[in-house]
């Protein structure tokens, strides 16, 4: 999938998180920028494989506001600082260059200086986008007329030089006039532009703002895969047996290393052939409470709109508003449901490791993991993988010297000058021959952890057939002629 940058007002995060991961379903964006937030500080609030940087806006303790962005953990990233009493958060993220993303939300009825708009733009490292809700008018994005704060728009962009990457469809739907407006702008530096297509979805996803699009035009420039592996949940064990049975021929080798490359081979393409592989995608955020009832009403609703948009008759509109009632009610019945059930199958007769792992999922406490962050050294940023790599072994290999030990922990090259007698006289314990008991014994206390390099996991030992298991290498003599 290729690489996309989205901007929404979502008005409330946690009223439309199930509408955020809608659209991180659809579009699997790097970056999301979220505008009216309504998020106070004690609000925790998480999005699997994302990271979150945002910036609340309270007036008399309540959320008024406030901006956010969600961006993703695969890609190397780090937030970047900005001092602005502006509702704005920035980050920089390493798209094959780091690429400096700032949301921005300006409430229509504030008043701003356009001192306050050009320190934004002086803090923020080129390239750089800028996308949020401007609420300005101005007929250079499409609008009828132009008011004070689209005037301030435009001379920023050209008071810095910036371009704008906007179409002609409209952002904006205000409900009691029944009119479409553009109030959401995409703004970038000039040395990008070309790299970047602009569109808008065509759902409101619940809100009055469409999500504006960006999407690169490279179509090398992709979301890093997860390796796929085995899911032996699905695993035909039975073929697995069949394949991977143990012949003479296979460790008939002079060379031991040779034996043990081709037993490792024979086993992994019986894997191949009787174990499925994960394709590596990004997993689709998953809303258990979705049923048929969910889907019924949501397809009403965009029916709804869809009839609205071509013919915005009253009658439509009143069908539209009646459709999204019903459907926001038959989310909520289904919500609740599902959340009742999850909570009785708590039973006694669980295990505590499964106890807990339903807890923490009602808490929200699973692991959500962190991003890969952009490393400063020695003044130069380094933001590729590879790069941030290096240097991470490098630091590692510098700090775990000997002089950076105390005198007293320093034994390795006393001992490394120490003589050591390997004559042995073959009795001792450790050096008697392996009996299939050991082996059962080790299988049966092994853990399912992950594989070694050769990429055999315990479960394809445990499930070899009993004639692979009993397979002495050493009776076979290999023939050197």
């Known amino acids: 999938m290729a690489i996309n940058l989205l901007s929404w007002n979502c008005h409330g995060f946690r009223t439309h998180i199930d509408d955020i991961k809608n659209i991180i379903n659809r579009y699997q964006p790097i970056c999301i920028a979220l505008q009216e937030t309504y998020l106070t500080p004690e609000k925790d609030c998480k999005i699997k494989n994302y990271s979150f940087l945002r910036k609340d806006s309270i007036r008399n303790e309540r959320a008024v506001g406030g901006v956010a962005l969600l961006y993703s953990q695969r890609f190397p990233s780090r937030p970047f ?3 602005t009493p502006l509702q704005a958060v920035a980050i920089q993220i390493e798209v094959k260059m ?3 993303i700032c949301v921005i939300y300006i ?11 050009n320190e934004l733009g002086n803090q923020l490292p080129a390239p750089f986008i800028i996308m949020g809700d401007w609420n300005g008018h101005s007929s250079l994005w499409g609008s009828q007329d132009t008011n004070a704060r689209g005037l301030q728009i435009e001379k920023f962009i050209s008071d810095h030089n910036l371009c704008l990457l906007n179409g002609s469809t409209r952002t904006f739907f205000h409900a009691p006039s029944r009119s479409f407006h553009t109030l959401d702008l995409a703004i970038c530096s000039p040395s990008i532009l070309a790299r970047w297509n602009f569109s808008v979805d065509e759902d409101l996803h619940n809100s009055d703002n469409f999500p ?4 690169h035009t490279s179509n090398n420039l992709t979301i890093p895969r997860q390796p796929p592996h085995f899911t032996y949940d699905r695993a035909n064990w039975q073929v697995f047996k069949d394949l991977s049975e143990l012949a003479p021929h296979i460790v008939h080798l002079a060379d031991i290393d040779a034996t043990v490359e081709a037993v490792s081979n ?3 393409r019986a894997a191949e052939a009787s174990i499925p592989k994960t394709s590596g995608k990004i997993k689709k955020l998953s809303k258990p409470w979705w049923n048929e009832r969910c889907s019924e009403a949501n397809k009403a609703q965009k029916k709804a709109w869809n009839r609205f948009r071509r013919y915005p008759t009253t009658i439509n509109f009143i069908a539209f508003k009646h459709a999204n009632a019903v459907a926001r009610r038959v989310r909520r019945q289904s919500q609740r449901e599902s959340f009742r059930k999850y ?6 007769n669980i295990t505590s490791k499964e106890l807990w792992r339903k807890v923490r999922k009602i808490l929200g406490a699973t692991d959500m993991g962190k991003s890969l962050s952009v490393l400063n050294c020695n003044g130069q940023i380094i933001s590729h993988i590879k790069g941030i790599a290096n240097v991470l072994g490098k630091t590692f290999a510098e700090v775990s010297r000997d002089e950076f030990y105390p005198q007293d922990f320093v034994y390795k090259r006393q001992e490394e000058r120490v003589e050591y007698n390997f004559e042995s006289s073959s009795n001792e314990i450790y050096n008697t021959d392996f009996t299939i008991h050991e082996l059962r014994n080790a299988l049966n206390n092994s853990h399912p952890t992950s594989p070694g390099r050769d990429g055999i996991h315990c479960k394809m030992l445990k ?5 692979s298991l009993c397979f002495d290498i050493g009776s076979f003599q290999p023939d050197l002629e």
């Open 81 to 83: 600082p900005l001092n």
């Open 98 to 100: 780091l690429l400096t």
């Open 107 to 117: 409430p229509p009825n504030i008043i701003i200086s356009q001192n306050e708009l």
């Open 212 to 215: 504006i699009i960006l999407s």
């Open 266 to 268: 024979c086993i992994i």
């Open 343 to 348: 909570v009785n199958s708590i039973q006694s």
């Open 463 to 467: 499930n070899l057939s009993e004639n």
